[in-house]
């Protein structure tokens, strides 16, 4: 069966210390997107990509990177990881089309900075 | 202003019970809306989508009404398994959603 996988699932990393989260998708979707789910704010979009090559800047980029080298992965990269970066990380993906696109989540990645 | 509004509850019902939980949304030019469920820590899931006629699916009743930006999600006969958080999305151009912070449900015996 076709799936969204994120690892690791727990991370515990230093201030400082550059930080890469994997998302791995098989439905051959065009759409991945990293968001960030913090208690007051809920799910807040950190990049997104349309396809090979294509990356776009969401609301609580500062900080973040992404790459995406091919349609499986978006791997989210903390250049220099903040104690604010706390949080727990969704990556998700979804099809392209005409609108009502469904989001797949990946089963999340909880990131502590100390 | 948070583009998606939802009140954040908890909202505390016996079962059997009929609750219904509303959000608003910013952005007049808005041009789908989803709920999504989300288990406590679990990834967030589909529950449906919301059409501008209004939709159902088994106990849940979905209505949007454009002109207030105002979506609602209706519960009928409320479940002990639906105790999760209730997430109120919306999406404009681009396939980017935006999510409210949640609605809190405790289906209690």
């Known amino acids: 069966d076709a799936e969204i996988t994120q690892s690791p699932r727990h991370k515990i990393t230093e201030t400082g210390r550059q930080v890469t989260l994997a998302c791995h998708q098989t439905w051959n979707h065009n759409n991945m997107f990293w968001y960030r789910q913090d208690l007051g704010h809920g799910l807040r979009l950190i990049h997104y990509?349309?396809?090979?090559?294509?990356?776009n800047k969401g609301e609580v980029s500062d900080g973040y990177s992404v790459s995406r080298s091919n349609t499986e992965d978006l791997p989210l990269t903390l250049e220099s990881a903040a104690s604010s970066q706390t949080s727990v990380y969704f990556c998700?993906?979804?099809?392209?089309?005409?609108?009502?696109?469904?989001?797949?989540f990946g089963s999340g990645t909880q990131l502590s900075v100390l | 202003r948070k583009e998606v509004e939802q009140d954040p509850g908890p909202f505390n019902v016996p079962e059997g019970a009929t609750v219904a939980f509303n959000c608003t949304y910013s952005n007049s030019a808005s041009q789908s809306f989803f709920w999504y469920r989300q288990d406590c820590r679990k990834e967030p899931k589909l529950l449906m989508s919301v059409y501008s006629s209004g939709n159902e699916d088994g106990r849940f009743t979905a209505q949007l009404n454009r002109a207030s930006q105002y979506i609602s999600l209706l519960i009928r006969d409320s479940k002990l398994s639906d105790s999760a958080t209730y997430l109120c999305v919306v999406a404009n151009s681009g396939y980017a959603l935006n999510f409210g912070k949640g609605t809190s449900l405790l289906v209690t015996p």
């Open positions: 990509s349309y396809g090979v090559q294509d990356t």
């Open positions: 998700a993906s979804s099809e392209s089309g005409t609108g009502n696109e469904k989001l797949f």
